[in-house]
């Protein structure tokens, strides 16, 4: 464990109300390396002896000591208390004691950026583990600092409580404490720490502390002492009995009316420590084979044991059996129950068939009858129109060769003043394997997965997948151009275009053409790419776009793919613009595509109620999504062509779940750091 370069002070004296001399420590036996007077407010009011972490250190005018190499233990005081001290105003700029006098100094004290306090714990360097046992017991345990966390007794072992600093100074065990019982921890992490040649261990770090454990921390030596006592005891109550008498009641009852609680915990902790002996483990057995009287104890519990388990035995199968003799009858009563709906079906099968004849016979003889009238009906026609020609010759006949010139009007009911309708052109579709086809092309090419390519098609009806990357513009335009064609409206943006209508507006984007397309026909996808949509503050046409084509201002079959880029002069997008988008990273490795326009894509806008099902027990996996959130996510995903994987279709998803979740909770998110302040 080590220090790792951090800088540690520890304060050695408070000059004032707000001025405190502290020391530099480095680990080893270099001791401390610098004084420092500091105003730190924290620092003075800790006091001495209160360890701290800085960062920043900084020197600004003050009169101080000049740096002291040959300083004492930074426990001790570094000015007698005796000595006559100066409270003069700060506007002399003068030392804070006389000694200061003394020695050579200039204008200047010390500001830090951050101060941590940190804790120490205590590991002797000079004495053995006993020793300090030993001292705590009588109170005199010695330790440079008034607030220690953690003192070591064992290698490895601490002492995290039962142990306070006294009136004196020194430290000794908690009244009531008891050595033969105290709880010791260890530590089971590496924590980042300092060791000092006055045996404090700082902890730059937390350090984590293992369950406390009961340790007799006395001396083997006492433990057997105390052993001995009450063997001499046992072997006096041995000599006293009577003959026929028994000794154990005889030792319980001078145990019980001469041995007060401290004899008792004393036999308690040499019975831990024999415990642990092996050889007396080894032959314990052997003893107790010996013992008439444990033996048959043995065989007592063995004879209850065997009782009870019987016992516990014979209770849990009449619970078995009587559980399936109640099942049986269950099971019974279910059959009785199948077998009249079997009866009851079979006689409701018969009715039906009956029922079923009588309706074929009842529908064959009226499709007889309607075939009959509708044949008298067709003669009666060809007769009517029969005769209306041949009244339309006759009439034909009587016609002069040359009639009159006379201008007829168009009867009233030809009259359409209205235009008439444009005839729409019927596009070529891709059908289900192009576009398959398709998206494995731009996925080679771009670099990104074909789920995320589905994923972005998917959304871009409903708000606007952002391609972040040096080379988002290029994809963003291959993709528009291999589903709408290579004169797909592509608008780049720029601080000039503020609204809408500048992007509409600019006759080389073809923007305005891909809004008339998409209101023309309806029923394919027109795609459209805005690229660089940082270069220019686009929170004045974003929100307009997404909600007029929400609400059917704008086609909804109008789908856009936008694109940011990651260097340049850009412009920061506030978070209630961020909602709108979805941000996906292109890799640099993107590559331009060829052309792959194979026809129009359809546009399917609503939600497919077939994959519906599967779209939510997919998403219902994550926690990302809300209630209202996992709906419209559910809806989405339904609308993923067939063959396509939910699941990897739906990772995109669940990731644009979690930026939207970001930026509700003003946190941090991968993507953020491209749209929020970015000014160049």
């Known amino acids: 464990m080590s220090g790792s370069g951090k800088t540690v002070f520890q304060v050695v004296k408070v000059l004032n109300h707000s001025a405190a001399l502290v020391a530099e420590l480095r680990a080893g036996n270099s001791g401390i390396v610098k004084l420092r007077e500091t105003r730190e407010p924290r620092m003075v ?42 409270r003069a105003s700060s506007e002399f700029e003068l030392p804070a004691n006389v000694e200061a006098f003394n020695l050579s100094g200039h204008f200047k004290t010390t500001t830090f950026v951050t101060v941590t306090r940190v804790l120490a714990a205590y590991s002797a360097r000079s004495i053995d583990f006993e020793e300090v046992v030993s001292r705590l017991r009588e109170g005199r345990l010695d330790i440079p600092s008034k607030e220690i966390i953690a003192i070591e007794i064992a290698q490895g072992e601490w002492l995290t409580s039962q142990f306070v600093r006294l009136h004196s100074g020194s430290y000794g065990l908690s009244p009531g404490a008891d ?45 057997l002492e105390s052993a001995e006592r009450w063997l001499g005891r046992s072997k006096l109550a041995a000599d006293k009995a009577p003959e026929g008498g028994d000794v154990i009641d005889l030792l319980r009852h001078h145990v019980a009316t001469t041995v007060n609680e401290d004899e008792k915990a004393d036999i308690s902790a040499a019975a831990r420590l024999l415990a642990g002996r092996q050889s007396i483990l080894d032959i314990m057995p052997q003893i107790l084979a010996k013992d008439p009287a444990f033996q048959k104890r043995v065989q007592e519990f063995e004879l209850q044991e065997q009782e009870r388990l019987k016992e516990g035995l014979r209770s ?121 086809s398709i998206v494995v092309g731009l996925s080679s090419m771009t670099g990104l997965t074909q789920a995320d390519l589905i994923a972005i098609l ?60 998409a209101k023309a026909n309806p029923d394919i996808l027109v795609p459209i790419a805005i690229c660089g949509i940082t270069n220019g503050p686009c929170e004045y046409w974003l929100p307009q776009f997404v909600e007029s084509r929400r609400v059917g201002r704008l086609p909804r079959n109008i789908a856009i793919v936008a694109s940011a880029g990651v260097d340049g002069s850009r412009v920061s997008v506030p978070d209630s613009v961020l909602r709108f988008l979805m941000p996906i990273e292109v890799p640099d490795s993107a590559k331009p595509v060829r052309r792959l326009f194979a026809g129009s894509w359809p546009a399917e806008l609503d939600a497919n109620r077939a994959n519906l099902a599967d779209a939510l027990d997919v998403l219902s996996q994550s926690e990302a999504f809300e209630n209202g959130a996992l709906q419209r996510a559910a809806k989405t995903l339904s609308r993923s062509p067939p063959g396509v994987e939910m699941t990897a279709v739906a990772k995109l998803l669940v990731q644009h779940a979690k930026w939207l979740a970001s930026i509700s909770g003003n946190g941090q998110y991968e993507f953020k750091n491209h749209f929020k302040n970015i000014e160049g």
């Open 45 to 86: 009011l800790d006091g001495v002896g209160s360890l701290w972490l800085v960062t920043g250190e900084k020197d600004e005018p003050k009169q101080v000591l000049e740096d002291l190499e040959d300083l004492p233990d930074v426990s001790l005081p570094m000015i007698s208390h005796l000595s006559s001290s100066i």
């Open 179 to 223: 050595p033969r019982a105290l709880p010791v921890k260890t530590i089971e992490n590496r924590p980042d720490s300092m060791r000092l040649s006055s045996g404090l261990l700082v902890f730059l770090s937390e350090p984590r502390w293992s369950i406390a454990t009961e340790k007799d921390v006395r001396p083997e030596r006492e433990v």
């Open 316 to 436: 849990r199968v009449e619970a078995e059996i009587k559980a399936e003799k109640s099942r049986l009858v269950e099971i019974r009563a279910e059959i009785i129950e199948a077998e009249t709906r079997l009866a009851v079906a079979g006689q409701r099968e018969l009715l039906l068939r009956n029922e079923a004849e009588k309706h074929d016979e009842v529908m064959k003889a009226r499709i007889a009858e309607a075939a009959s009238q509708l044949q008298g009906t067709a003669a009666a026609q060809g007769d009517h129109l029969r005769r209306e020609l041949d009244e339309l010759r006759d009439l034909v006949l009587q016609i002069p060769s040359h009639p009159p010139s006379v201008v007829l009007s168009p009867p009233l009911e030809l009259r359409n003043d209205d235009a008439a309708p444009t005839e729409r052109i019927a596009e070529p579709t891709a059908d289900q394997d192009a576009r398959r």
């Open 458 to 517: 998917l959304k871009s009806t409903d708000e606007v997948p952002v391609l972040i990357g040096e080379k988002a513009a290029g994809v963003a335009a291959d993709v528009v151009a291999a589903i709408g064609g290579t004169d797909s409206a592509v608008a780049f943006c720029d601080p000039s275009r503020i609204s809408w209508q500048d992007l509409m507006r600019d006759e080389t984007s073809g923007l305005s053409a891909a809004v008339a397309k």
